[in-house]
């Protein structure tokens, strides 16, 4: 089987084109005539990740995220960067080929990232949720109880929250990844992956800050952007299997990196 | 304005030919708009109308009696302003929660940029302000552009580490310790929370650090990490340098980055803006109020 052919069936099935438009979906490594032994999905490409799925016998691998660091795989600065040889040259010794899958994930309904985020966090009702974030009502509770709640179900080390943990909430608005919404005045608590901190188009750091002080019930929960969108890309894999047969199909997650 | 400025001056003319030592205690009768004249001089260059610098809130005309410092002028922060009976505040980062800082936003934009007109969080904050008398100016660029870079040195001086391997850079020799301790000592000096967030070996020895206040974009990253231990930096992208470093971990490098919070990295930077605000106004107090780490996370 052929990168191309795994390509056409995901679009296919999907019945949501992949844009040639994109910076984002395209082939980071490898190209459309490489074979496919196996497919493993993942948050990030990253170095020990790519490990394991050539551990595994899978030899493409299908990130949400990038592969070089920046959100456009950019890598002319990248040619005299001893990590930048070592993994490309490491990964092409290995017949590597990495697809990012990004964009025309974003475009499916349900968003698998989306409905995923929604079911690790503990809230029910958001198996046909999409990009556009909407209000979760869940049963009252305090913030402080729900973020313990959060993140034990989740299992992030670097989980962030701002706000009273005594505060009484129940409304909740989820955006995986860098897609934290704004603070709404309908909604108690944002749950999002990362946020620049300030001077951004909204902050909700400062904002709930500020409405702590004032007594009203916000708070902001930053699970991390690979804790919030990785469970996504098992839901992706288990999709992936319902349709491609012949060849090995695993999620391959990335470790949460922060201690 | 000008009946403020002109008042001023016949006062002043008023006094100083009167006593020397009167004169003097005149001379403190400085406008938050003449403060900030003054701070332009002394800071120099062009102060652009199109950044981010400028008055968010408040009569600039207001007679200042101190002057606050805080790299996030937070609620918190302004209540405090008023108890130390400072009344005029100049912060590192925006007021009203965006790069737009409570400018009106574009016609029908009340998109996920904008903040709406009638936002309660925003009214008090406006009314606590005017309440109180406060003046709040943002004070970015043009503190940062300074040579020195005191946004460095203020975050070095707060660690406890003053050996500076060269004036135009901001890389720090300091005694030996491994990334873990390293981390753990940046964390109590700061009083930080769940803020600090660390990336790659805890084992690693560390002696040479490289400071990076505020946020850190992939460029310096990529050219700066392999010669060095340890990068402390305010804030960066996951995408980005977080998984450089934990791509860097996996290569075998016996290195780590620690990120503290973009606000939480700033704020030595502000204190020692205070510091500095002393010799530039001798007789008019300052004092720095830190914003605190927000972050917490449960321990269950």
Redesign the interface.
Known sequence: MTAREVLDLIQKTSGVPISERSYRDTFKIGGPDSTVTGIATTFMCTFDMMKRAHAAGLNMVIPHEDTFWTDRDDVKDLTDNALYKLKTEWAKQNNMIVWRDHDHLHSMKPDFTVVASLRSVGIKGGENAAMAPRIFTIPETTLGEFAAQVKRLTGSRAFRCVGDPKARVSKILLGPGYATPRMTAEADVVIGGEQQEADGGFDNVEYVMDAASLGMAKGVIMLGHAISEQPGMEDYANWLRTFIHDIPIQFVPVVEPFW | MPSASSELSRRSFALLTAAAPIALRAAELLTADAVVRRLQTELGGEWSAAG?DGFKAGDPTTVVHGIATTA?A???VL?QAVKAKANLVLTY??TF???ADGRTPAPGGRG??G??PD???AK??RDFIEKNGLVVFRLRDHWQSRKQNDMVTGLAAALGWSHRVNPDDALYEIPPATAEATVALIRSKLNLR??V???GD?KATVRRVLLHPG?MT??P??QRY?TVDLIVA??V???????????????GEKRALVTL???ASEEPGMRACAGWLKTVFPNLPATWIG?GD?????T?
């Not at chain 2, 980005?240 to 996996?250: G, K, Q, R, S, V």
């Not at chain 2, 927000?294 to 449960?298: C, H, I, S």
């Open positions: 981010p996030m937070t609620l918190d209540k980062e925006p929660y965006g790069r996920p940029a903040l709406a936002d309660p969080v008090a904050k769940a803020g967030r660390a990336v805890r946020s992939p460029a990253m990529w392999s305010g804030e992208r996951e995408w980005e340098n977080t998984f450089y470093a934990a791509d860097i971990f996996t290569a919070g973009r606000v914003a927000p972050y917490w996370r449960p269950a």
